[in-house]
């Protein structure tokens, strides 16, 4: 399967809730999507829907796709914390997902189209794999040439601010402090209903 690219309104509707940020669109209709709309007939979900519903959450939120999505919560499972949080904690450490929460881009899909074009560097050397993961200590940069790019500008005018995350605008580089723990993560991903899907 390859990346979804259609209407993000349409997926923040199918799951309720807008999950690739601030959605004008969405506010004006929360139901579902589909010919019925808000008065389409819809019986309880079993326990496997709602697991699947909730992975497939994870993975839009994050843009990442079911072999890598796979791999991690693999690698997720070898650890020795809680399997869910690490998978979260693993998502968060992505260098794409990083650069959208230092504010470089206004959304996931900008900074990895960012790492993409080679505008994003790591400890000063150029970095073009979106899901590169960053370790504590890590610098993460916009490359000299990049820095009066308007969309990064205005971004980072716009940025919010994470405990773990430490951004010098004078340089616009931001230092990845820490792993975050997931009461830091502001998403809202039921991270042990993925683990029950997985699991079984």
């Known amino acids: 399967m390859a990346r979804y690219t259609g209407p993000k309104t349409k997926i923040a509707r199918k799951f309720g809730q807008p999950i690739f940020g601030d959605d004008k669109s969405f506010e004006k209709k929360k139901y579902p999507p589909?010919?019925?709309g808000p008065n389409r007939r819809r019986g309880k979900k079993s326990e496997y829907a709602i697991q699947l519903a909730e992975k497939q959450k994870a993975k839009f939120t994050y843009g990442i796709?079911?072999?890598?999505?796979?791999?991690?919560?693999?690698?997720?499972?070898?650890?020795?914390?809680?399997?869910?949080e690490v998978l979260l904690?693993?998502?968060?450490?992505?260098l794409d997902n990083v650069v959208y929460r230092l504010g470089v881009s206004p959304t996931r899909a900008g900074a990895r189209q960012l790492v993409s074009h080679k505008h994003i560097t790591v400890n000063g050397e150029i970095v073009n794999i979106p899901s590169y993961r960053l370790k504590p200590g890590d610098v993460v940069g916009v490359r000299q040439k990049s820095k009066t790019l308007s969309v990064i500008e205005d971004s980072i005018k716009e940025r919010k601010e994470y405990e773990w995350l430490l951004w010098n605008d004078e340089v616009k580089e931001g230092t990845f402090q820490t792993v975050p723990e997931r009461i830091q993560i502001p998403e809202d991903i039921k991270e042990q209903l993925i683990v029950e899907l997985y699991s079984k």
């Open 65 to 84: 796709l079911e072999r890598q999505f796979s791999n991690m919560f693999k690698e997720a499972a070898k650890s020795k914390g809680i399997t869910g």
């Open 34 to 36: 589909g010919q019925h």
């Open 89 to 94: 904690q693993l998502c968060e450490s992505r």
